[in-house]
């Protein structure tokens, strides 16, 4: 199994050390080519509105778009949820628009809001999952072929299936907790 990490900004090492511990093959994704004999993709977060103008000059936006309508399983986190969503509430930029979701962007405040709590994800186990927000996009609506992972006690969506892809407001590559990566993984394994 291989799987890439798109690598033009953001936390994308951290998702390569989580998959190293997991002994899984990885490989950092910057040209259309290294989109090639992939199993699955995580898109990292970042700064959503640098990672597309990036992506655009890298030649990189319709070969990811290709690459998710032939079903690679992508996992998209913080900033990679919105380059995922087909809708996006506060801000006008243009996504890959793949899963049917509508995302808010910085939905819990500045930087300094950034905040850390534990989740309960039935599909993770009984136990709790270290939710680490950092400047994070909250899903405001999803479409009903979307699977709710996990909502915030007060509702708010923060983690949803579609199909083989996933949208995660949080940062599972930032705790020591290899859970949600191994769900991933799982995805992939059945995607076959
Ligand atoms: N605030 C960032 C954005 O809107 C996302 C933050 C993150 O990925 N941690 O793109």
Do not use: W
Not at 116 to 143: H, Q, S, W, Y
């Amino acid at each position: 199994m291989k799987i890439g990490v798109l690598a033009l900004q953001g936390a994308f090492i951290e998702h390569i050390h989580t998959l190293d511990k997991l002994g899984v093959m990885t490989t950092q994704v910057r040209k259309p080519t290294e989109l090639e004999d992939l199993d699955g993709l995580i898109i990292p977060g970042g700064e959503s509105t640098t990672m597309l103008n990036l992506a655009n000059n890298f030649e990189l936006f319709e070969p990811l778009r290709t690459v998710a309508l032939h079903r690679l399983p992508i996992m998209g986190i913080c900033a990679g949820m919105i380059l995922l969503a087909k809708t996006v509430s506060n801000s006008d930029i243009k996504t890959l628009g793949l899963m049917d979701i509508k995302i808010r962007r910085n939905a819990f405040g500045r930087q300094k809001d950034s905040f850390e709590t534990d989740l309960n994800i039935t599909a993770l186990g009984d136990k709790p999952f270290p939710g680490v927000f950092i400047r994070a996009p909250l899903i405001e609506d999803a479409g009903s072929n979307v699977e709710i992972l996990n909502r915030l006690p007060e509702g708010t969506i923060v983690a949803v299936r579609q199909g083989n892809m996933l949208g995660i407001s949080f940062h599972p590559e930032l705790t020591d907790d290899t859970r949600m990566h191994e769900y991933f993984l799982k995805i992939i394994s059945s995607n076959k």
